[in-house]
């Protein structure tokens, strides 16, 4: 019913400022929280920063002063600006919503409001290198 599809990954050299974008698909009505995870290989998924439906945002100490997130609801978009990479940074990032409402209509009409919780992007690799 509902997507996450990311973009702008590659190859980054060190210093560089890349921003990811992550659009929402489908008939969506609300998005909760999105936001940005990563995977590094080898290491488990972590948490880099999101941002809930009023702007609030949570981010990784990690990240702090370098990364900035940012949404527009009218596209169902987040976006991760991301500035002085460090090889450390490498990883696949992951776009998520926790919660999006949707909604169908069906071939009588019929329409039909809908939740799905916890949607992930495929995610796109990230790769910090001289």
């Known amino acids: 019913q509902v997507q996450l599809m990311e973009s702008g990954g590659g190859l980054v050299q060190p210093g560089g400022s890349p921003r990811l974008s992550c659009v929402a698909s489908g008939k969506i009505l609300t998005i909760n929280i999105m936001g940005w995870y990563r995977q590094a290989s080898g290491k488990q998924r972590e948490l880099v920063e999101n941002v809930d439906s009023g702007s609030s945002t949570t981010y990784a100490d990690s990240v702090k002063g370098r990364f900035t997130i940012s949404r527009d609801n009218g596209k169902n978009t987040v976006y991760l600006q991301m500035n002085n990479l460090k090889p450390e940074d490498t990883a696949v990032y992951y776009c998520?919503?926790?919660?999006?409402?949707?909604?169908?209509?069906?071939?009588?009409?019929?329409?039909?409001?809908?939740?799905?919780?916890?949607?992930w992007g495929q995610g796109t690799l990230v790769t910090i290198s001289s």
């Open positions: 998520n919503a926790d919660r999006i409402t949707y909604y169908s209509i069906d071939t009588y009409g019929t329409y039909t409001m809908g939740a799905v919780e916890d949607t």
